[in-house]
């Protein structure tokens, strides 16, 4: 074989095989892509989408050719979101009801009239705060299910706060506390964050523990 025939089939060879190899290297990258991509979606809530529909519609997109435009689809994926948080709302507040109305029946729980609902862990002997008063506090804070959403505990770090600037059920339970109480409040999700919750830590209509220690009052 001629030597530019020898270079010739050396050139073609190697553009074949680079062509191959970025073929290859598109393809994994497309498909990391897809990965990293449903994940975003099930952390959002879209746990239960259609993958060939979603896979027709970013093909679609891509081209232009989508059966919707994007405005449709944002109203679309709205509604979607909407609901979703309205099914899980209803079921964490019947979830959070259920628990309380359980843990209202153990003799060491005390419930105010509020709804809120606690247990003495240490009785301290110092001075109790006002709601216009600042405390110095160690806390812990869970869901129902035991999930840990916030801790100045595991942070060694103590917070202080104005007593009035907290969720409402803090307030009046930091009330019934002396200087040197440790107390786990059962908060109604009325008297926490509400409707809206916290999120992503703190879903809506979320009943709250919070094991709190009370250091001193400001």
Partial sequence: MKPWATTLVLLLFTAALAAQNHSSYMDTTSYSLGIVLSQNLKSQGFDSIDASSLAKGFEDGLSGSGSVSPEQANQYIQQYLQKAAAAAGAEARKEG?????????RPEVKVTDSGLQYEVLKEGTGAS????????????????????FDSSVERGQTIEFPLNRVIRGWTEGLQLMKEGAKYRFYIPFDLAYGEQGSPPAIPPYSTLIFDVELFEVK
């Fill in 129 to 148: 705060p006002s709601a216009t008063e600042t405390v110095k506090v160690h806390y812990h804070g869970m869901l129902v299910d035991g999930t840990v």
């Fill in 97 to 105: 009801d259920a628990y309380l109305a359980e843990n209202a029946k």
